[in-house]
């Protein structure tokens, strides 16, 4: 009786062991969906909508785009952890939903770490500290040394706290000793209106928003957190050329999935994504948008995120800002 017990247990070993692949083989069974964060228009939702298009290709599915804005990215979240951990629902993350939010909600209902797993890295975007063209501050070191002869009288910008513009701007304040006040505003184009304005001193923008207001010379640009100078503003320097090191800051997206998904189905889905966003007509395409393709492995996307929390956490508590809601 014994025997013929662990002759089945065996037999059901194998099965299951065969499965797994199996499994992977014949993903994606139904249309996958992309879960966007975000409005569309924005450049994730584009990005979205071209890995999309290219994905169902490959796979021979249709790839559905969902967005769904809200909460800081908390409503997509929730929504992907609902779906079954099949790999046939992605959630389009990035550095601020996935990495700062873990360390700025007190109350953040789910663990990005432990309840996602990263497919891959998709690209990189920066911020470029900008002033209006008309601004007395021509220099990174025009700016540290105002801001240090008049503590708490220069100001900027962000579309609230918690955001990519205040986040950097906080560590620009902890690297160069200086005491800036943040002004929160509810959108990135009240920003912009007030530095034309007179009423802002400085803001960091991501490229992306920075690109047409420096190239229409409304804008001037002091430095990139890119490692180098972007390719639409060569002639704005990095920090680091403009003396400021350790201030190399990427926001990173990452496609990823519920934790559960099968690693099969992660590893096809990870060949899959890196394929296209390599293809050069894909990273053009992005870099057309100020940003820069990349790719990695899910334990690679995985090592980054982990990263990137740890990071904005020693940001976040060298600023003193409160535990958000």
């Known amino acids: ?51 999309g298009e290219e994905l169902g290709s490959a796979f021979g599915q ?53 309840d996602f797993m990263p497919v891959t890295v998709m690209y990189a975007s920066c911020n470029v500290l900008i002033v209006a063209a008309n601004s007395p501050i021509k220099s990174i070191a025009d700016l540290v040394a105002e801001a ?13 706290v918690g955001t990519a513009g205040h986040l950097v701007g906080e560590f620009f304040k902890t690297r160069t000793q200086t005491n800036l006040v943040h002004v929160p505003y509810r959108g990135q184009a009240l920003v912009i209106n007030d530095l034309l304005g007179g009423h802002l001193s400085i803001s960091f923008e991501a490229v992306a928003t920075a690109i047409p207001v420096v190239q229409t010379g409304k804008m001037r640009g002091l430095a990139t957190t890119c490692p180098q100078r972007s390719v639409q503003l060569p002639d704005v320097p990095t920090f680091a050329e403009a003396g400021i090191n350790d201030f190399a800051l990427e926001a990173l997206a990452i496609m990823a999935v519920r934790a559960k998904t099968p690693p099969a189905v992660v590893a096809k889905l990870n060949a899959a994504l890196v394929k296209i966003i390599n ?34 956490r020693r940001v976040v508590d060298a600023a003193g800002i409160p535990p958000l809601d």
């Open 279 to 312: 293809a050069p007509q894909v990273t053009s395409r992005i870099a057309g948008m100020g940003l820069m393709a990349k790719t990695s492995t899910p334990d690679e996307a995985r090592a980054v995120l982990a990263a990137e929390v740890q990071r904005w």
């Open 1 to 51: 009786m014994m025997r013929g017990l662990k002759r089945l247990a065996l037999i059901a070993g194998v099965v299951v062991a065969a499965g797994a692949p199996a499994a992977a083989q014949d993903f994606p069974q139904k249309p996958i969906h992309i879960v966007v964060p975000f409005a569309a228009g924005g450049s994730p939702d584009i990005i979205a909508r071209v890995l």
């Open 62 to 114: 249709n790839v559905v785009i969902e967005n769904r804005g809200g909460a800081g990215g908390s409503i997509a979240a929730h929504y992907v952890l609902d779906q079954p951990a099949d790999g046939h629902t992605l959630f389009f993350g990035t550095t601020g939903n996935l990495a700062t939010n873990k360390v700025l909600f007190k109350k953040l209902k789910f663990d990005p770490e432990t």
């Open 148 to 160: 240090k002869k008049r503590p708490g009288a220069l100001s900027f910008g962000s579309p609230g």
